[in-house]
């Protein structure tokens, strides 16, 4: 089992920053078995869609609507992710989830109980 806490949400003006963060546990093998970590988000009335993740290796993956204001990046000693968000515009508004894929025999997905960003025009 792993669990993800997030912290980092909260209110910010548009045209701010916020630094999510998200650390992994759940036993001494995760550091290895995490082949993935990344970062959903989910409006009211939307559905929940990927922003970034990021490979054990250090590979990144960004959709084009945040692009060039947020980034991710990855700790693997503290098995921790993280989610810089630059330039943020009221449409960035939305509670932001931690994704973990685990592959143990089998791929597996943990999330975060979810972190609400809100960005005022």
């Known amino acids: 089992q792993v669990q993800l806490v997030e912290s980092g949400g909260g209110l910010v003006q548009a045209g701010g920053s916020l630094r999510l963060s998200c650390a992994a546990s759940?036993?001494?093998?995760?550091?290895?078995?995490?082949?993935?970590m990344g970062w959903y988000r989910q409006a009211p009335g939307k559905q929940r869609e990927l922003i970034a993740n990021?490979?054990?290796?250090?590979?990144?993956n960004v959709v084009d609507s945040v692009k060039g204001r947020f980034t991710i990046s990855r700790d693997n000693a503290k098995n921790t992710v993280y989610l810089q968000m630059n330039s943020l515009k009221p449409e960035d508004t939305a509670v932001y989830y931690c994704?973990?894929?685990?592959?143990?025999?089998?791929?597996?997905?943990?999330w975060g109980q979810g972190t609400q960003v809100t960005v005022s025009s």
């Open positions: 994704n973990a894929k685990q592959f143990v025999g089998q791929l597996r997905d943990y």
């Open positions: 759940g036993g001494s093998f995760i550091a290895v078995t995490i082949v993935t």
């Open positions: 990021i490979t054990r290796g250090g590979s990144t």
